[in-house]
C-alpha cells in the first residue's frame, strides 16, 4: 500500500533505505562464483565440476523454499505491529554465524551445511527487508528507487567480488561475515513504515488479474537461468579452458569490470523507468546482455573478455533494477506484499535448481572443455533473449495508484 504522501524522495533518502544491499550483495555475489568452487579446488580437486553442481543444487532447493513462508510470516507479523527492520537484522545475525563457521569447515558435508543455512538466512533476510520500499516510498518514484537498489546491490557485487579475488577464500568468508554484520548498522537510519492499514481501503493496490505479475515472474526466471550458468562456472572457465592459474582473481576482475558500468546503468534506468514505459526499458536492457553472453561464446579470449563484460554490465543494471520494479507494480495485494515478492522470488529463481546440473551436462557433452563452455555460454544468451522479449507481454506497466 502506499503510506507516504510525501511530495519528494530525497536522494538520501534512497540511499538510507537501500543501502543494506551492498552489505547483502557483498557476500551474494562471490559466494557461489568464487569462494565455494575456490574452496571445492582443495576440497573435491578431482570432481570439483559435479561437486559444485550438487551443492548448488541443494542449495537453491533450501532457499526456493523458505522466501514465501518468511514472507507470509513477516506479513502476519507486520499486521500485528512487527517492525521488518528487526526482523531483518535477526536473520542477518544467523547468517553471519554461518559465514564464521563456513570459514573453517573442512568436509564437503560441512561447507554444504554452513552454503544452505547462509543462503537461506540471506534470502530470507532480502524477502522481508524489500517490502519497507513500497511501504515508504511514494509509488510514483518506485523506478528510482529500484534504481537506488540496483547501485548499491552493484556496490556490494563490485567490492565483494574483488576482495574474494584478493583474498585467499577462508580469508574473504570471514570479510563477508564482517560486512554483513556491519551493513545491518544501517538498519538503524531506515524510516519506522507507517502505521498498517488494511488494503481494501486503498482501491489503488489491487490489479484486475494475475497476468502481469505471472509474466514478469518467466522474464525473470529465464534472466536467472543465464545468470546462474555464468556464474557457476565461469571460475572454472578461465581454469579449465583459459588455463589461468589464479582463476579467483580473474573471475573477480571480470565480474567486477561488469559491474562497474552497471551502477551507473541502474540508477538512470530506474529513473527514466518512472518517466517512460518500464516494459521497453527492461527490454532493451537485455540486449547488451544478450550480445555479450554471445561474445563469450564465440570469441572466448582474455584479450576481449573485459569489453563483454562491460558490455554485459551495461545491460545488467537495467534488467534488474527496472524488472524488479515491474514486478513491484504487478503485486496483485499489496497488504501481502512480502509474501507475493517472497513467492515471486521463488518461482523465478527455480532456473536456479536445474541450471547447474544443466550446465554440468552441456559442458561434458562438449567435443572439448572449449567447445563445451561455447554451448554453455550460448545459452546463457538465448535465455537473456527471451528473459528480455518475454516482459513485452506485460499489459499495465507504471501503474499508477487509483
Same mark, same amino acid.
Given at each position: 500500500m502506499e503510506t507516504t504522501s510525501t511530495e519528494r524522495f530525497r536522494k538520501r533518502?534512497?540511499?538510507a533505505i537501500n543501502a543494506l544491499w551492498v552489505g547483502v550483495h557483498f557476500q551474494d555475489a562471490a559466494l557461489m562464483t568464487i569462494l565455494v568452487p575456490a574452496l571445492l579446488l582443495v576440497l573435491a580437486p578431482a570432481n570439483h565440476t559435479n561437486v559444485l553442481a550438487a551443492l548448488s543444487t541443494i542449495a537453491a532447493?533450501? #532457499?526456493?523454499?523458505?522466501?514465501?513462508?518468511?514472507?507470509?510470516?513477516?506479513d502476519s507479523s507486520r499486521r500485528k505491529g512487527g517492525d521488518r527492520r528487526l526482523q531483518t537484522g535477526a536473520i542477518l545475525a544467523v547468517d553471519t554465524i554461518a559465514l564464521l563457521v563456513m570459514a573453517q569447515v573442512s568436509t564437503i558435508v560441512g561447507l554444504t551445511g554452513a552454503v544452505v543455512v547462509a543462503t537461506?538466512?540471506?534470502?530470507?533476510?532480502? #524477502?522481508?527487508?524489500?517490502?519497507?520500499?513500497?511501504?515508504?516510498?511514494?509509488?510514483r518514484f518506485w523506478g528510482t528507487a529500484a534504481g537506488f537498489r540496483g547501485a548499491m546491490t552493484l556496490v556490494g557485487t563490485i567490492v565483494g567480488l574483488l576482495l574474494a579475488a584478493l583474498l585467499p577464500a577462508r580469508q574473504a568468508l570471514l570479510v563477508d561475515a564482517?560486512?554483513?554484520?556491519?551493513?545491518?548498522?544501517?538498519?538503524?537510519?531506515?524510516?519506522?513504515?507507517p502505521?498498517?492499514?488494511?488494503?481494501?481501503?486503498?482501491?489503488?493496490?489491487?490489479?484486475?488479474?494475475?497476468?502481469?505479475f505471472g509474466v514478469t515472474l518467466i522474464g525473470r526466471a529465464w534472466i536467472v537461468f543465464g545468470m546462474t550458468l555464468l556464474n557457476t562456472y565461469v571460475l572454472f572457465f578461465f581454469h579449465d579452458v583459459l588455463g589461468i592459474r589464479n582463476a579467483s582473481f580473474n573471475t573477480g576482475l571480470v565480474a567486477g569490470a561488469a559491474m562497474v558500468g552497471a551502477v551507473a546503468s541502474s540508477v538512470a534506468a530506474g529513473v527514466l523507468s518512472d518517466k517512460l514505459d518500464r516494459r521497453l526499458v527492461v527490454a532493451l536492457s537485455g540486449l547488451p546482455m544478450t550480445l555479450a553472453a554471445l561474445g563469450f561464446a564465440l570469441f572466448p579470449d582474455p584479450r576481449v573478455i573485459f569489453i563483454f563484460a562491460a558490455m554485459f554490465g551495461l545491460g545488467y543494471g537495467g534488467v534488474f533494477a527496472v524488472g524488479w520494479a515491474l514486478a513491484l507494480d504487478a503485486v496483485p495485494e499489496l497488504g501481502d506484499v512480502a509474501r507475493d515478492l517472497g513467492l515471486w522470488g521463488t518461482l523465478s529463481n527455480l532456473p536456479m535448481v536445474i541450471a547447474p546440473a544443466l550446465g554440468a551436462v552441456i559442458i561434458a557433452h562438449g567435443s572439448t572443455p572449449a567447445d563445451g563452455y561455447r554451448w554453455l555460454f550460448a545459452t546463457a544468451s538465448a535465455s537473456f533473449l527471451l528473459g528480455s522479449l518475454t516482459v513485452l507481454a506485460v499489459r499495465h506497466a507504471n501503474r499508477k495508484p487509483a
Open positions: 533518502d534512497h540511499l532447493l533450501a #532457499t526456493a523454499i523458505v522466501p514465501p513462508l518468511a514472507g507470509a510470516l513477516s537461506v538466512a540471506l534470502m530470507s533476510g532480502s #524477502t522481508v527487508y524489500q517490502v519497507l520500499l513500497p511501504e515508504i516510498v511514494p509509488r564482517a560486512g554483513v554484520a556491519l551493513s545491518a548498522v544501517t538498519l538503524f537510519f531506515v524510516p519506522v513504515s502505521p498498517y492499514v488494511p488494503p481494501n481501503v486503498h482501491a489503488g493496490v489491487r490489479i484486475r488479474d494475475r497476468w502481469d
